[in-house]
Protein backbone atom coordinates (compact mmCIF):
# COMPACT_ATOMS: atom_id res chain seq x y z
CA UNK A 1 0.00 0.00 0.00
CA UNK A 2 2.56 2.55 0.97
CA UNK A 3 4.63 1.77 -2.10
CA UNK A 4 1.21 2.41 -3.84
CA UNK A 5 1.06 6.01 -2.76
CA UNK A 6 4.42 6.46 -3.37
CA UNK A 7 4.21 5.39 -7.24
CA UNK A 8 0.96 7.78 -7.28
CA UNK A 9 2.81 10.46 -5.83
CA UNK A 10 5.44 10.52 -8.24
CA UNK A 11 2.98 9.78 -11.00
CA UNK A 12 1.61 13.39 -9.91
CA UNK A 13 4.67 15.34 -9.98
CA UNK A 14 5.91 14.09 -12.94
CA UNK A 15 2.38 14.91 -14.76
CA UNK A 16 2.67 18.60 -12.61
CA UNK A 17 6.06 18.78 -13.84
CA UNK A 18 5.82 18.31 -17.53
CA UNK A 19 3.07 21.04 -17.79
CA UNK A 20 4.64 24.36 -19.23
CA UNK A 21 5.20 26.64 -16.58
CA UNK A 22 2.63 29.81 -17.68
CA UNK A 23 4.41 32.75 -18.41
CA UNK A 24 3.61 35.80 -15.31
CA UNK A 25 1.88 37.94 -16.81
CA UNK A 26 4.58 41.08 -16.51
CA UNK A 27 6.41 39.10 -18.07
CA UNK A 28 4.74 38.13 -20.81
CA UNK A 29 3.59 41.87 -21.49
CA UNK A 30 7.33 42.71 -21.37
CA UNK A 31 8.22 40.44 -23.95
CA UNK A 32 5.65 41.05 -26.20
CA UNK A 33 6.24 45.25 -26.02
CA UNK A 34 9.75 44.38 -27.09
CA UNK A 35 8.07 42.43 -30.19
CA UNK A 36 6.03 44.86 -30.95
CA UNK A 37 9.11 47.55 -31.31
CA UNK A 38 11.35 44.72 -33.10
CA UNK A 39 7.91 45.01 -35.69
CA UNK A 40 8.25 48.83 -35.56
CA UNK A 41 12.43 49.07 -35.72
CA UNK A 42 11.68 46.26 -38.95
CA UNK A 43 9.20 48.74 -40.89
CA UNK A 44 11.66 51.97 -40.46
CA UNK A 45 14.67 49.97 -41.36
CA UNK A 46 13.09 48.52 -44.10
CA UNK A 47 14.98 45.00 -42.75
CA UNK A 48 12.68 42.53 -44.21
CA UNK A 49 14.85 40.03 -42.91
CA UNK A 50 14.44 40.79 -39.24
CA UNK A 51 10.30 41.39 -39.44
CA UNK A 52 10.30 37.75 -41.13
CA UNK A 53 12.27 36.03 -37.91
CA UNK A 54 9.45 37.94 -35.86
CA UNK A 55 7.13 34.71 -36.39
CA UNK A 56 7.29 31.72 -36.26
CA UNK A 57 7.76 28.97 -38.77
CA UNK A 58 4.05 28.16 -39.27
CA UNK A 59 2.78 31.88 -38.76
CA UNK A 60 0.14 32.97 -41.43
CA UNK A 61 -0.74 36.38 -42.14
CA UNK A 62 -3.65 37.93 -43.43
CA UNK A 63 -4.32 40.70 -44.82
CA UNK A 64 -7.38 41.40 -47.14
CA UNK A 65 -5.85 42.81 -50.06
CA UNK A 66 -3.28 39.65 -50.35
CA UNK A 67 -3.31 36.83 -50.52
CA UNK A 68 -2.61 34.99 -47.13
CA UNK A 69 1.23 34.56 -46.57
CA UNK A 70 2.77 31.81 -44.57
CA UNK A 71 6.30 31.28 -43.01
CA UNK A 72 8.82 33.39 -42.78
CA UNK A 73 10.42 33.02 -46.16
CA UNK A 74 7.20 34.26 -47.62
CA UNK A 75 6.21 37.26 -45.11
CA UNK A 76 10.11 38.38 -46.09
CA UNK A 77 9.40 38.25 -49.05
CA UNK A 78 6.44 40.02 -48.65
CA UNK A 79 7.42 42.65 -46.78
CA UNK A 80 10.61 43.35 -49.17
CA UNK A 81 8.13 43.47 -52.23
CA UNK A 82 5.63 46.19 -50.21
CA UNK A 83 8.33 48.11 -49.11
CA UNK A 84 9.87 48.74 -51.74
CA UNK A 85 8.82 51.73 -53.21
CA UNK A 86 7.84 53.67 -49.66
CA UNK A 87 10.58 55.82 -48.12
CA UNK A 88 10.37 56.97 -44.31
CA UNK A 89 8.41 54.82 -43.50
CA UNK A 90 7.28 54.43 -39.50
CA UNK A 91 4.50 52.14 -37.21
CA UNK A 92 2.86 53.33 -34.74
CA UNK A 93 0.90 50.57 -32.86
CA UNK A 94 -1.45 50.97 -30.22
CA UNK A 95 -2.24 48.23 -27.86
CA UNK A 96 -6.30 48.03 -27.03
CA UNK A 97 -6.40 44.74 -25.62
CA UNK A 98 -4.24 41.42 -24.98
CA UNK A 99 -5.24 38.49 -23.19
CA UNK A 100 -2.45 36.14 -21.62
CA UNK A 101 -2.80 32.36 -21.26
CA UNK A 102 -0.05 29.85 -20.89
CA UNK A 103 1.28 29.25 -23.96
CA UNK A 104 -0.34 32.26 -25.99
CA UNK A 105 -1.43 35.74 -25.62
CA UNK A 106 -3.70 37.41 -28.00
CA UNK A 107 -3.29 41.35 -28.37
CA UNK A 108 -6.01 43.35 -30.15
CA UNK A 109 -5.16 46.77 -31.08
CA UNK A 110 -5.06 49.63 -34.15
CA UNK A 111 -1.75 50.88 -36.04
CA UNK A 112 -0.87 53.88 -38.34
CA UNK A 113 2.01 53.37 -40.86
CA UNK A 114 3.00 56.71 -42.51
CA UNK A 115 5.91 56.95 -45.56
CA UNK A 116 6.82 58.75 -48.19
CA UNK A 117 5.37 57.35 -51.49
CA UNK A 118 7.52 57.55 -54.49
CA UNK A 119 6.67 60.81 -55.82
CA UNK A 120 7.82 61.89 -52.16
CA UNK A 121 4.46 62.64 -50.71
CA UNK A 122 3.71 61.71 -47.40
CA UNK A 123 0.48 59.49 -46.74
CA UNK A 124 -0.93 57.55 -43.59
CA UNK A 125 -2.89 54.47 -43.32
CA UNK A 126 -4.80 53.27 -40.26
CA UNK A 127 -6.18 50.37 -39.23
CA UNK A 128 -6.80 46.76 -36.87
CA UNK A 129 -5.41 44.04 -36.15
CA UNK A 130 -5.27 40.82 -34.00
CA UNK A 131 -2.43 38.76 -33.33
CA UNK A 132 -1.95 35.16 -31.55
CA UNK A 133 2.05 35.27 -30.00
CA UNK A 134 3.51 32.14 -28.47
CA UNK A 135 6.59 32.15 -26.67
CA UNK A 136 9.65 31.19 -27.88
CA UNK A 137 12.36 28.58 -26.38
CA UNK A 138 14.61 31.72 -26.13
CA UNK A 139 12.90 33.20 -24.11
CA UNK A 140 11.07 36.07 -27.20
CA UNK A 141 7.65 36.07 -28.05
CA UNK A 142 6.48 35.29 -31.93
CA UNK A 143 3.76 36.22 -34.22
CA UNK A 144 1.72 32.52 -34.63
CA UNK A 145 -1.19 34.33 -36.46
CA UNK A 146 -2.01 37.98 -37.92
CA UNK A 147 -5.10 39.39 -38.92
CA UNK A 148 -5.69 43.16 -40.17
CA UNK A 149 -7.73 45.45 -42.12
CA UNK A 150 -7.64 48.88 -43.30
CA UNK A 151 -9.73 50.81 -40.66
CA UNK A 152 -13.26 51.61 -42.49
CA UNK A 153 -13.70 54.66 -39.70
CA UNK A 154 -11.19 56.94 -41.04
CA UNK A 155 -11.12 58.75 -44.41
CA UNK A 156 -8.29 57.24 -46.87
CA UNK A 157 -4.88 57.26 -46.59
CA UNK A 158 -3.88 61.18 -46.38
CA UNK A 159 -1.42 62.66 -48.47
CA UNK A 160 0.94 65.01 -46.87
Known amino acids: MRSQLVVLSLCILIVACSRPIPPVASQA ?6 LNVRVANAYRTHDAKAYAALFTDSAEFEWPAFNTVRGPAALEAMARS ?19 APDHATEFGAFEQSFSDSSGKRMSEFGRYVAVLVPHQDGAWRMDRFFGFSDSTRPAPVRR
Request: hydrophobic share 45%; net charge positive.
Open 82 to 100: NWASLKDMDLKLTVANRRI
Open 29 to 34: NAGIDS
